[in-house]
């Protein structure tokens, strides 16, 4: 498990500073460069850099030839022109920024804090959202995230679902955290609202989850996929659904979502695995509400409980009381 921390702070090492003014550079085309494309010209002035946020920057007016901005990347240069290039930083970089945000704190000490996530809100930056996530709330909120891995976060919830997540404030306690949840010790269960009647009340989902190799958007039950195991228990069923309470022994992407929709309940409102809106739930009806742990520090064993926001909640009564 060290690996993952190793793997996780490496990862760490790659975010850029923000850089407010972005950096100007000009050259003017060699004769080895005469005729050639603007955008191969650009990356022989700008190698750190990838073609495609170079070509980006060329598209959005950040590049000039001769003073005019040049905004196809296919166009063809001459030898002695002048390039001109605002070296505006890659989304990325600029996205791991404390940014001021408001966060659901149910526990906090010097050592970790535990977060009641908001549904909608993501806990990572990642392609279409580079800002407002958990991780920008946590470099705001205390300096000390800005040096540890991922900003302290040892393990996500989805966008779309809510409740409750750990994060380590040291490294230490973010090293104990991910070693406790690769061992199978940190306990944690969700609400979760599914298509049809769930028959046997009680069972456990053994199989392995993977990337779907017909969609790199979905996660699936591939047999060479890594371990993955779900306890259910229905808590009601009632007009088409059920109310049930979900154990991770693992914690694999998308794993209720993938396990539930793979024996025929998928996640109402889950689009990506064929749940339908319903029971005016908008967003996939699953809920983070109990999380339990060993203190890295102190030992102590750690129990919190969430109760599912308004959407859930009224959701989850009308499946438990259909009657009224």
């Keep these: 498990m060290a690996c993952a921390v190793v793997e996780a702070a490496a990862d760490a090492d790659l975010e850029l ?9 000009e050259a003017q085309v060699p004769q080895a460069l005469h005729g050639q494309r603007l955008d191969k010209a650009v990356v022989a002035m700008a190698g750190e850099f990838s073609r495609n946020h170079l070509q980006g920057l060329i598209e959005q007016g950040h590049v000039s030839l001769d003073g005019a901005p040049a905004r196809v990347s296919s166009r063809k240069v001459l ?23 408001a ?3 149910v526990f906090e000490d010097e050592h970790l804090m535990v977060i009641d996530k908001a549904a909608g809100m993501v806990v990572h930056p990642a392609a279409g959202n580079w ?11 205390h300096p000390g995230a800005a040096s540890l891995p991922r900003a302290g976060i040892v393990h996500r919830l989805d966008k779309d679902t809510s409740g409750l997540m750990v994060v380590g404030k040291t490294l230490a306690a973010v090293t104990a955290l991910t070693r406790a949840i690769a061992a199978r010790e940190v ?6 609202i599914v298509h049809g009647e769930v028959r046997p009340p009680s069972f456990t989902i053994d199989a392995p989850i993977a990337r779907d190799p017909q969609s790199r958007v979905r996660m699936a039950i591939v047999a060479s996929g890594k371990p993955a195991r779900t306890d259910i228990q229905a808590v009601a069923s009632a007009h088409g659904f059920s109310a049930l309470r979900c154990t991770l022994h693992t914690g694999r992407t998308h794993q209720i979502r993938v396990h539930l929709a793979a024996r025929g309940h998928p996640l109402v409102a889950d689009a990506v695995y064929g749940g339908r809106p319903a029971l005016a739930m908008t967003r996939q009806a699953l809920h983070a509400t109990r999380l339990a742990f060993e203190h890295p520090v102190s030992g102590q064993t750690l129990t919190f409980d969430a109760l599912p926001p308004a959407d859930l909640a009224s959701a989850w009564e009308h499946v438990l009381a259909p009657g009224d």
């Design 103 to 105: 966060l659901d704190v």
């Design 17 to 25: 500073p923000v850089v407010e003014s972005p950096e100007r550079r």
């Design 79 to 101: 030898a002695g022109q002048v390039i001109a290039v605002e070296l505006v930083p890659t989304a990325e970089s600029r996205a791991f920024r404390p940014e001021t945000l």
């Design 131 to 141: 800002s407002g996530t958990i991780l920008n709330a946590l470099l705001g909120r």
């Design 187 to 192: 306990h944690r269960q969700y609400l979760a």
